[in-house]
């Protein structure tokens, strides 16, 4: 079979099952496997592809066509310009989840302590500590938290992949820990970041299919307004923070306001609230001044 011959029926087959973007999901699997690129496809179209690479391809868009998330398939995502390691024990990383990092990499300085709660495939601490050092950051140690041991396996393998040279020159320090929130955490942090559940209950059933069947659930739920997890860290976070410390949440597009109090209320001040790409409200800051 020829290239052009298996990207026309596995686009087909996506397109039956109404997945969301069917054009760029095939180049995705055909890149995957066979190992060339777009640019190589279109400079020759009637290559010839085996049989084992077919079957293997076609496998894959059967799966996808069930809505099974793309990024699983492929077993690894970009974040920040990284590839990470990603399962159904994990969250996909999401571009919108890099404004957080871009706001720690912000304000984290040398000799920072950094935890990361509810760290699932770890991409948030990974990276802010990669960038770090990469702006001659050092002396920098992480600490990511999680109550899923599957999650954490995934993260201990990117933190593997990720930061070896940074932690073989002595920049960074990063450890991972089976936890609810903070039960793990050890000592005070100069910074803590959490992208929480903020999903409420009712809305979960209304998700896309890929999210709503694949993502692991606990990383979803909220609770009945979404504020739960905001709750617990915002009445609960100032015995792990610094003085002078910050505070640094990825939120849901309409909890700007309501997550803003809950950390006003619990004695944060100078919280702001920072925009995603598509100017919708998406990470809340604050610093610990109790």
């Known amino acids: 079979m020829t290239i052009q011959d298996l990207r026309i029926q596995v686009q087909a087959l996506l397109e039956s099952g109404k997945v969301p973007e069917p054009v760029t999901d095939t180049w995705y699997l055909l890149e995957h496997t066979t190992g060339r690129t777009k640019a190589d496809f279109f400079m020759d179209p009637g290559q010839e592809i085996s049989p084992e690479v077919t079957e293997e391809t076609l496998k894959l868009a059967e799966k996808r066509k ?4 793309l990024q699983y398939l492929l077993g690894s995502w970009e974040f920040m310009g990284y590839k990470f390691m990603v399962n159904e024990s994990v969250l996909i990383p999401r571009q919108d989840t890099e404004v957080l990092v871009e706001e720690a990499v912000s304000r984290i300085k040398s000799g920072d302590r950094v935890l990361d709660l509810c760290t699932g495939s770890g991409c948030i601490l990974i990276s802010v ?8 950051r050092t002396d920098l ?4 938290t999680d109550l899923s041991e599957k999650a954490l396996d995934v993260a201990k393998a990117n933190a593997t992949q990720l930061l070896a040279e940074e932690e073989r020159q002595g920049l960074v320090q990063t450890t991972f820990c089976q936890g609810d929130l903070w039960d793990a955490a050890d000592g005070t942090f100069d910074l803590i970041l959490s992208n929480p559940p903020y999903i409420a209950t009712a809305e979960i059933e209304s ?45 849901g597009y309409d909890q700007g306001e ?15 609230v920072k925009k995603d790409l598509a100017g919708l409200d998406r990470v809340v800051a604050g610093v610990y001044d109790k």
């Open 207 to 251: 998700l896309q299919e890929e999210v709503k069947i694949y993502d692991p659930y606990q990383a979803l739920d909220g609770g009945k307004d979404g504020l739960d997890f905001y709750r617990r860290i915002a009445t609960g976070v100032g015995s792990y923070l610094k003085p002078g410390g910050t505070l640094i949440l990825e939120i």
């Open 129 to 136: 500590l990669k960038y770090a050092a990469e702006h001659k």
């Open 258 to 272: 309501a997550v803003s109090g809950l950390l006003e209320d619990s004695g944060f001040s100078a919280v702001s």
């Open 141 to 144: 140690s992480g600490l990511g």
């Open 66 to 69: 069930q809505r099974i998330p």
